[in-house]
């Protein structure tokens, strides 16, 4: 069945470095989201890739959609505290209801 | 508040017991999933509605697992005869039909524990 896989598993970094999380799918996918999930907390939408290569910006957040629309990443440009978290990318399929998520990278900041 | 909302947030059963969550969706949305969670990973898919109908369904969700949108509202999801590894967190999400982007907007959850 069609898988979606995400890299790092976990990510620790000083305030004001960069980090950046890898997602990869087993099929070529419709559309991909990225969710923040707070500890504790519940996944957030951050933001929906639609087309081949699509890069979008929000802030300091860069999403890209890979050309093949099989892989995705998410680039946080000097991290702040407030963007701990785990960040989860999730793929749906052409003519599917069925979002699949990765497993989420966790990201730890230390001020 | 007018998100979306689940009930109750936290249940304890004793193993072999039935026991049934309720999730409120956001009202104009037609969408509606859940998800079971465990410590560590991602949402993992159950199952979806549009409307009262049941689109689809994961081979996650086994027999002892039903859900529910009667009147294309309120969702409920029953788990009978439950197992240890059915504890988790369930999440129920509701997205809006118009438009292109399909975002997903969650509840806080219902967390079930079977001792």
């Known amino acids: 069945g069609q898988q979606v896989m995400q890299i790092p598993q976990y990510q620790h970094v000083q305030e004001g470095e960069d980090f950046t999380t890898y997602c990869n799918s087993s099929?070529?996918?419709?559309?991909i989201q990225w969710y923040k999930q707070r500890p504790g907390g519940h996944p957030v939408f951050l933001i929906q890739?639609?087309?081949?290569?699509e890069v979008k910006k929000q802030k300091r957040l860069t999403f890209q959609f890979g050309e093949a629309k099989k892989n995705s990443s998410l680039h946080i440009t000097a991290t702040q505290t407030t963007d701990v978290g785990t960040y989860f990318c999730?793929?749906?399929?052409?003519?599917?209801?069925?979002?699949?998520f990765g497993a989420g990278t966790r990201l730890f900041v230390k001020a | 508040d007018t998100g979306v909302s689940q009930n109750p947030r936290h249940k304890i059963t004793k193993r072999g017991q039935n026991v049934t969550f309720r999730c409120d969706p956001i009202?104009?949305?037609?969408?509606l999933y859940w998800y079971r969670q465990t410590l560590g990973q991602g949402p993992e898919f159950l199952t979806y509605?549009?409307?009262?109908?049941?689109?689809?369904k994961s081979r996650l969700l086994s027999d002892r697992f039903s859900a529910e949108r009667p009147k294309g509202s309120f969702s409920t999801l029953e788990i009978q005869r439950t197992e240890q590894g059915d504890s988790a967190m369930y999440l129920c999400?509701?997205?809006?039909?118009?438009?292109?982007?399909?975002?997903?907007?969650f509840g806080q959850g219902t967390r079930l524990t079977v001792v």
């Open positions: 999730a793929g749906q399929n052409t003519g599917g209801f069925k979002t699949i």
């Open positions: 999400a509701s997205s809006p039909t118009q438009g292109a982007v399909t975002e997903a907007f």
């Open positions: 009202s104009e949305h037609n969408r």
């Open positions: 890739l639609v087309k081949s290569g």
């Open positions: 509605f549009q409307n009262e109908a049941q689109l689809e």
């Open positions: 099929t070529t996918l419709s559309n």
